[in-house]
């Protein structure tokens, strides 16, 4: 336990003897070689340690964390999102089979700031992607449970890290929901990819504002059967729209492609372009440069977090807040008097 | 001087002695009648009262804009943006005029959040629409000095504020400069315009990423001479591209139309459009409701603002967040562990 006991975050013994209790005499320790070592037991036992809520567990985490830090980032992390009925759960076992069966480790985690049970929907997701989940090079972890957008934010990227520090060289980031986790997602990974089906007019009308100027590529999914023709003719529409629109990352041109997950077409297609997004980026030093920018943000959006949840937790502030909010849109009170008085 | 002095934020008998003595013997309370009657040289003073950061003056502005509140809101707010070269500057002088003509009271303000220098950028634009500002329903305002992102939006708020209440029916808010004026002209304002040139295409290429999708009007400008059949294609052009974005009010199609501003030709239908997005805002009452939303978000980020710098100005914690940081991308850091650090 010298590695731990040595670090400046580690525990006292006395709580580290408490951890190993609890989790039947696994250590952080073990834990750690556990899940260098690729065990998928071990993963999820430290994905749940870094999701729970108890503050010993939160430290012992940490501590986890801390340690597998140097082996983390060796991997090509994608976000996934889709309009309604695009075939996520679809796509994502035919283009995570490919890449498992090519020998690659691949994870998939789920965002869902607005998940309201423990669980999480992907839950239902590892079901359906049965295959999958059953391969040995994949690892299928649902969303974590409901909490603050960033508390659910936290636990994935720390998630994500631990699943790379587990050797798993690619990293699938599914958005589930509604409200901001196309955002959430689009903060931590490298490459974001929009599943869309045929008929763009008609679908980018329900499309969330400005998702097409998030992504690095479009999927044109169900590109099969009688739907060919026309998703073919949805790609060049895609094509032409991407033209007009702002590039999602620095000196990359984000372009479609058409996917059939069903007769598993074009998922190499998509595999290359990310392939060659990477080399792309790494050239330009984008890759590593928005890595670092996602984790100073990341920082940057947890103090603020911090701040307001400290303030907002002080007596008598949400209340305070409501009444002055009251004023301002009856009009008895300016902006800047309901902030000096909320301060003074 | 009742009313002041009754008023819950009222100064004490000395402070207002001494503010009428620096204003030249014009008290809160004249300010406010001389405004109300719409005196240019008083609102003016008013602005420069609200701008100003010395606590006295805070103080004596804040109770001018308390007194002035109940008579504002009553004006059209129009955001106007461009790329660069779409001749802003031009159109605001036309568009003004027009309106100024016929009967409107026209008021012209900048937001510039990235200004340097005390005056703004706008100085330079009312020397160019040297005809609306002699007209007597005019009044063109500079841009805050520099600041803040947030002192330049509160400043230019109770601008707008103090010159509905001057009986300025239209106010148009220029963007000025780079950075986030768009974002923060687009929360304060009721119509957004977008200002473009010929060549969609192009044009689109070099635009900020999501500005399409904060419009509700698109203004190609310059359709005229040789250009004007050039323009109208790319009215054209643009239609078919707000076809497939999301609108940027619920219930409104965002539409292009030609404009000269030379030969004075599509000026009214632009206005015209802008009557036609109040009167279907008003019934489905968005109207009112964007401007709540929009007071209530103005509140919230000044309440994040005050959180946020009264934190970095605690000593130390600028340079401890520098330090963290460095920790954070060396790898040898936790976020979590950062922030914690941070606030233990």
């Not at 996520?88 to 020998?103: C, D, P, Q, Y």
């Not at 980018?204 to 060919?228: C, R, S, W």
Request: hydrophobic letters at 40%.
């Amino acid at each position: 336990m010298a590695g731990i006991a040595s670090s400046h975050d580690g525990m006292s013994a006395a709580r580290r003897k408490r951890f190993v209790k609890k989790e039947r005499f696994v250590s952080v320790e073990e834990l750690t070689e556990k899940i260098l070592r690729g065990s998928r037991l071990h993963l999820a036992k430290g994905i749940t340690l870094l999701e729970s809520i108890t503050s010993q567990d939160k430290e012992a985490g940490q501590q986890l964390l801390l340690n597998v830090l140097p082996k983390t980032g060796n991997s090509i992390r994608i976000g996934i999102t889709g309009v309604p009925g695009a075939g996520k759960s679809t796509f994502i076992e035919a283009f995570g089979l490919m890449l498992a069966n090519a020998g690659h480790k691949v994870a998939v985690l789920a965002i869902d700031p607005s998940s309201t049970v423990t669980g999480g929907s992907i839950l239902g997701d590892k079901t359906r992607m049965e295959e999958l989940a059953r391969h040995p090079n994949a690892f299928i972890r649902p969303s974590p449970s409901a909490g603050t957008l960033g508390g659910v934010h936290k636990k994935s990227r720390e998630t994500m890290l631990l699943c790379e520090a587990a050797g798993y060289d690619v990293i699938l980031i599914e958005t589930v929901g509604v409200g901001q986790s196309e955002t959430v997602v689009r903060g931590m990974v490298d490459y974001f990819m929009l599943l869309v089906l045929t008929g763009a007019g008609d679908e980018l009308q329900g499309m969330k504002k400005g998702i097409m100027e998030l992504a690095d590529g479009i999927v044109v999914h169900k590109a099969d059967g009688d739907n060919l023709r026309l998703a073919k003719k949805t790609v060049k529409e895609y094509r032409q729209l991407l033209h007009f629109l702002q590039p999602a990352s620095p000196g990359w041109t984000s372009t479609a492609l058409p996917v059939s997950s069903l007769q598993q077409t074009g998922l190499d297609e998509v595999w290359k372009t990310i392939l060659t997004f990477k080399e792309t980026m790494e050239r330009t030093g984008h890759w590593e440069g928005r890595r670092q920018s996602q984790t100073k943000d990341w920082f940057r959006s947890m103090i603020n977090d911090r701040l307001i949840d400290a303030f907002f937790a002080e007596p008598g502030k949400k209340e305070a807040v409501a009444e002055l909010e009251k004023g301002l849109l009856e009009g008895t009170l300016t902006v800047t008097h309901a902030v000096d008085r909320l301060f003074n």
